[in-house]
């Protein structure tokens, strides 16, 4: 079962912010969301992670509802080469355990 | 190393062959991941490790898959008589040991794509 649900697909202008959206209704407390994106078919890039409380670092922020139940990865000023599958994930806490990845937003950004 | 490295880049094995793969976690990393990518956005886990030591095994096929990481030596995942459904990319992720208090983030290499004919 998918433990995440992100729209298949998105465009976005060229300088302004990006929001992508994503649901975890069945979040459990230890569970942390994770944002990565793929770029062609290279390896997974890190962007994010976060428990409860809303992050930021020099790439994106990340918005996470009060109930846990869904998040938003916030691109604030897309470039062309932001142009990936952008991916949303849940993991228990613990260097070990694996990524519940979902199937992904395709983001284009366009010009 | 300060990426994760991933040989081959391509593997090309026809059907019943053996194929192996092999991945060098940055330096210092305890953990190693191992995922499939087989169709565009699907990921699927297969193993981890802790140092030389399975961690999680509950994605692995149960036949024809083995993966080891031996100190001093890359990981590596073996299919033995690989199918055409084996056809896929292979990545491996690599991540710090949570006791140092640093971040638990996986840092992924390029993969391995892996065509059965």
């Known amino acids: ?5 992100q729209p298949p697909s998105m465009d976005c202008a060229e300088g302004r912010a990006a929001n992508l959206p994503c649901n975890h ?15 062609h078919s290279q390896g997974p890039q890190y962007i994010i992670h976060g428990l409860k409380n809303n992050e930021t670092n020099e790439m994106a922020s990340l918005i996470i509802t009060e109930d846990r139940k869904s998040s938003t990865l916030i691109l604030p000023h897309a470039t062309l080469r932001d142009t990936a599958v952008y991916y949303c994930i849940v993991r228990v806490g613990g260097t070990g355990n694996q990524f519940y990845f979902g199937t992904g937003t395709s983001l284009t950004v366009i010009p | 190393g300060e990426e994760v490295a991933q040989t081959p880049k391509h593997l090309v094995r026809g059907e019943g062959q053996k194929a ?19 169709l565009k956005n699907e990921f699927k886990f297969l193993i981890s490790f802790q140092n030389e030591n399975v961690f999680d095994e509950t994605g692995m096929p149960k036949e024809r898959f083995s993966a080891k ?12 008589a690989t199918k055409l459904e084996d056809s896929a ?14 971040e ?10 892996l065509l059965v004919l």
Request: some cysteine.
């Open chain 1, 1 to 5: 079962d998918a433990k995440t649900t």
């Open chain 1, 25 to 39: 209704s069945t979040i459990s407390g230890n569970e942390y969301v994770y944002w990565y994106r793929q770029i």
């Open chain 2, 20 to 38: 192996k793969l092999y991945c060098a976690p940055i330096k210092g990393h305890s953990y190693v991941f191992w995922y499939q990518q087989v």
């Open chain 2, 69 to 80: 990481c031996l100190p001093n030596s890359p990981c590596s995942l073996e299919i033995q």
């Open chain 2, 89 to 102: 990319v292979y990545f491996c992720a690599s991540s710090q040991s949570r006791d140092r208090g640093l």
């Open chain 2, 104 to 113: 638990e983030t996986q840092y992924f290499g390029p993969g391995t794509r």
